[in-house]
């Protein structure tokens, strides 16, 4: 039906493509786990914050208050974002470098 060389050019085809497509998969998937791990780490800050505000309530100030505020606030943050937002190499942002790993620690 088809020469030899239109299957070879068919099969590469299908190959480069499942290549691809796996690929962005791959990239997906890791900013899928860049956001998780970025929202993990300010959530796990911000419970520390509240089970210290809840244990000692007579001396939780604004600014504790404020604090707890910030976490949540940035764990929405890295919720929201978009994954090119996570991925940029900005120093200043909580999930900056490379794909799943998470350097930038929260204050």
């Known amino acids: 039906m088809f020469p030899k060389r239109w299957t070879a050019i068919i099969v590469i085809v299908v190959v480069l493509t499942a290549v691809i497509v796996t690929f962005s998969q791959y990239r997906r998937a ?3 786990e ?3 791990g970025c929202v993990a780490t300010w959530l796990e800050e911000a419970k520390v914050t509240h089970v210290l505000q809840m244990k000692d309530r007579i001396n939780t100030t604004e600014d504790s208050m404020r604090k707890l ?3 949540i606030e940035r764990a ?3 919720a929201t974002r978009p994954p090119s937002y996570l991925h940029s190499e900005s120093r ?3 999930a900056s470098g490379q794909y799943g790993s998470h350097p ?3 204050h």
């Open 30 to 32: 890791a900013a899928f």
């Open 34 to 36: 860049g956001r998780l």
């Open 69 to 71: 505020m910030d976490q």
């Open 76 to 78: 929405y943050g890295c």
């Open 92 to 94: 200043d942002r909580p």
């Open 104 to 106: 930038v620690q929260p």
